[in-house]
């Protein structure tokens, strides 16, 4: 059974230079959840999706930044226009329902923007 | 919203014990407890839900204290392999989870 895929591991992006992260959730699991992780610190929630749906975006920053769930494929968070202070660690994470159920993490995507 | 974790950072030698917290301001639903070690994602450990319960995984255990809106990890006689960062999260009316900004330990030989 697989885990929790991200692609990218690592991705580097010019200012300016769009950034698209992709998650592929546990088989079985229709919760997605989006961490941003800077260099020795917490996890800071972003958004929260279910299939075709967002059901909570109160971390996300409110301008260059998307997310979405199709019915078909991964999850992606898009970001658009970098700037050197999206350089973060991203990650995803899956459950099978919400609230009260583990959350299974991928091995996230280390973004540079130079 | 995001739990307030102590201490900050825990230094250990190889099978000594430790104590890590989690408060909230406001009442919870479930506390989760995670441990990421450097570059890699973080990692389940339990779950608790709301009534006071604790549970055990090997030697790491936790309470949940409902009336005081806290959580312990509980570490006895640590080894070398529970050096990470522990995250608490934290779920409000079964809404989302919210992380503390974790407690580094470090265990030595």
């Known amino acids: 059974n697989a885990g929790v895929m991200q692609n990218p591991r690592h991705l580097v992006r010019r200012r300016g230079q769009e950034a698209r992260l992709r998650c592929s959730p546990m088989?079985?699991?229709?919760?997605v959840y989006w961490y941003r992780q800077l260099p020795e610190e917490g996890l800071k929630f972003m958004v929260y999706?279910?299939?075709?749906?967002?059901?909570?975006e109160s971390g996300m920053p409110k301008e260059r930044f998307s997310a979405e769930f199709p019915k078909e494929g991964p999850s992606i968070l898009r970001i658009q226009q970098v700037v050197r202070g999206d350089s973060a660690a991203y990650f995803c994470?899956?459950?099978?329902?919400?609230?009260?159920?583990?959350?299974?993490f991928g091995p996230g995507t280390r973004l540079t923007v130079t | 919203q995001q739990p307030v974790q102590s201490p900050q950072a825990v230094i250990l030698r190889e099978g000594e014990d430790a104590v890590i917290n989690c408060s909230s301001s406001?009442?919870?639903?479930?506390v989760h407890w995670y441990r990421q070690k450097h570059g890699e994602a973080p990692v389940f450990l339990m779950i608790?839900?709301?009534?006071?319960e604790q549970k055990g995984h090997e030697k790491i255990s936790a309470s949940f204290n409902e009336k005081k809106q806290q959580s312990s990890l509980y570490l006895t006689a640590s080894q070398l392999s529970y050096s990470g960062t522990y995250f608490c999260?934290?779920?409000?009316?079964?809404?989302?989870?919210?992380f503390g900004a974790g407690t580094r330990l470090t265990v030595k030989p």
């Open positions: 994470a899956s459950s099978r329902e919400k609230g009260a159920y583990e959350q299974y």
């Open positions: 088989k079985g699991h229709s919760h």
């Open positions: 999706l279910q299939k075709e749906n967002i059901i909570d």
């Open positions: 406001k009442a919870l639903y479930s």
């Open positions: 608790l839900l709301k009534g006071g």
């Open positions: 999260g934290t779920e409000f009316n079964n809404n989302d989870m919210r």
